[in-house]
């Protein structure tokens, strides 16, 4: 493929960033075991077709159309699995096992970009889907066999008012969301900035997920002041779980500290994510960088959520997440202590095609920080996760957290481009100390924010 459509592949996520839109859906029809079991094999399908379309000519452009719709039917699954987690274990058992579904997460992640990927570059493409379609067929096996049925269908499949959201979607969300993406391909058109001059600083570089996620907090801030009538209209018609799951979520105390929570909280974790990879390679740790962060950053990270997850479970919420938050933002401090001792290596291998190597003790403090960043972000994904989960309403549990992920993205919109920015100004030392900065509104609403640690409200309306 071309790095044009390489880079166009990145529309396969676009599904992960909608989903809200058909949260309430799966919260309102079957159960979350239907759900996941249904889009599993769904999946276990959609490989086994591009086993058999692997050595066709035109396999390239038929798989990716394959692999777009499919992506969708992930975005679902990925939906439903979080609301049966959340179904299927009460809110101690949720933290507790929270390190091991991110242990999962990581080992899957590197079994499709690492051995399925490397089966398909030695051993050719069809025996690689096929290889994943198999993997897919027994983890379907297994969770038909061992998942168990911890929920009722509100409503049965075929039941009237069991698809009134798909009104919605039809007539409303998703004309909104073409508009949306053609908005973007307007702002972003070279013929129509070079013969009309339409220049838009703040949208021209937001990205089509960046404009989602502001429709989305937009949206929601409507419906809280619109709150009061939509709750008449929706008592008139019971029947709309698809509006009660927004107005569910908006409609509760201090929902303004919580949004602030939510959007904030990333905001420094975003900064530095987008520049320690760039101020690696700078360093000359360009070819080291891989084993660095699969060696050592991988169990890190693992280690900390499931540190994160047993403290949780054992201590409560409201004690852990001020001190895991912190330590979190703490590694933005250590990486600017760690720029400006190595300033020096900086200085000299940053654009030099033959990087001079770092001493043992340079590289081991490169190391003992990566290792201290991914275990506190461990610690930081387990309060969040678990916050998301508390503050989910009992009948909609999957819609609610599919929103609050939303949410949490919003932060990042800028962070690259204005990372970018500022690192070129001041550099990488003043640049992690300025974002550690920008953590402090996170924490100090920290405060503020309420906890839920009794157990899920059910919904008032």
Same mark, same amino acid.
């Given at each position: 493929?071309?790095?044009?459509?390489?880079?166009?592949?990145?529309?396969?996520?676009?599904?992960?960033?909608?989903?809200?839109?058909?949260?309430?859906? %799966?919260?309102? /029809?079957?159960?979350? *075991?239907?759900?996941?079991?249904?889009?599993?094999?769904?999946?276990?399908?959609?490989?086994?077709?591009?086993?058999?379309?692997?050595?066709?000519?035109?396999?390239?452009?038929? /798989?990716?159309?394959?692999?777009?719709?499919?992506?969708? %039917?992930?975005?679902?699954?990925?939906?439903?699995?979080?609301?049966?987690?959340?179904?299927?274990?009460?809110?101690?058992?949720?933290?507790?096992?929270? #390190?091991?579904? %991110?242990?999962?997460?990581?080992?899957?992640?590197?079994?499709?970009?690492?051995?399925?990927?490397? /089966?398909?570059?030695?051993?050719?493409?069809?025996?690689?889907?096929?290889?994943?379609?198999?993997?897919?067929?027994?983890?379907?096996?297994?969770?038909?066999?061992?998942?168990?049925?911890?929920?009722?269908? *509100?409503?049965?499949?075929?039941?009237?008012?069991?698809?009134? #959201?798909?009104?919605?979607?039809? *007539?409303?969300?998703?004309p909104a969301a073409g508009v949306i993406l053609l908005l973007r391909m307007l702002l972003t058109n070279a013929f129509i900035e070079r013969r009309i001059h339409l220049t838009i600083p703040f949208f021209s570089h937001l990205s089509i997920p960046g404009l989602i996620n502001i429709a989305l907090f937009s949206a929601l801030i409507f419906v809280w002041f619109g709150r009061k009538r939509l709750r008449q209209l929706i008592i008139a018609n019971p029947d709309n779980f698809y509006a009660r799951s927004f107005l569910t979520f908006v409609d509760r105390p201090?929902?303004? %500290?919580?949004?602030?929570?939510? /959007?904030?909280? *990333?905001?420094?974790?975003?900064?530095?994510?987008?520049?320690?990879?760039?101020?690696?390679?700078?360093?000359?740790?360009?070819?080291?960088?891989?084993?660095?962060?699969?060696?050592?950053g991988l169990p890190a990270s693992i280690l900390g959520a499931m540190c994160g997850g047993w403290a949780i479970g054992r201590y409560g919420l409201r004690k852990m997440i001020w001190p895991f938050l912190l330590l979190q933002n703490i590694t933005n401090l250590v990486y600017m202590a760690l720029a400006f001792y190595l300033s020096g290596m900086l200085a000299l291998n940053t654009a030099n095609p033959a990087p001079l190597p770092l001493s043992l003790i340079q590289m081991t403090a490169v190391v003992v920080t990566h290792a201290f960043d991914q275990f506190a972000g461990g610690l930081g994904t387990a309060v969040l996760m678990t916050y998301l989960m508390r503050i989910c309403r009992t009948d909609f549990k999957a819609s609610h957290y599919a929103i609050g992920t939303g949410l949490m993205g919003l932060s990042g919109l800028y962070a690259g481009t204005v990372s970018g920015f500022i690192t070129a100004w001041v550099g990488y030392g003043a640049f992690f100390g300025i974002s550690f900065l920008a953590s402090v509104p996170g924490m100090v609403l920290v405060c503020f924010v309420p906890m839920e640690e009794k157990g899920h409200k059910k919904s008032p309306l």
């Open positions: 493929m071309s790095l044009q459509g390489l880079g166009a592949a990145s529309i396969f996520g676009l599904p992960w960033v909608l989903k809200f839109l058909w949260g309430p859906l %799966v919260d309102n /029809i079957a159960t979350k *075991r239907l759900w996941l079991l249904t889009t599993e094999g769904l999946i276990t399908l959609a490989f086994l077709i591009a086993a058999i379309l692997a050595p066709l000519t035109q396999a390239v452009n038929m /798989i990716a159309a394959l692999f777009f719709a499919a992506s969708f %039917v992930a975005a679902t699954h990925d939906i439903a699995i979080d609301g049966f987690y959340m179904e299927a274990l009460d809110l101690d058992a949720q933290a507790r096992y929270l #390190g091991y579904r %991110v242990m999962a997460y990581r080992i899957a992640m590197m079994t499709g970009s690492g051995v399925i990927a490397t /089966i398909g570059a030695l051993y050719g493409w069809q025996a690689a889907f096929m290889g994943a379609d198999i993997l897919m067929f027994f983890l379907l096996i297994v969770n038909l066999t061992i998942l168990p049925h911890c929920e009722a269908a *509100r409503r049965p499949e075929g039941s009237p008012g069991a698809y009134h #959201g798909l009104k919605a979607l039809s *007539r409303w969300i998703l201090r929902i303004g %500290v919580i949004l602030a929570f939510i /959007i904030s909280i *990333r905001a420094g974790e975003y900064m530095l994510s987008t520049m320690y990879i760039p101020f690696m390679v700078d360093l000359g740790l360009k070819l080291q960088y891989g084993w660095i962060s699969a060696g050592i």
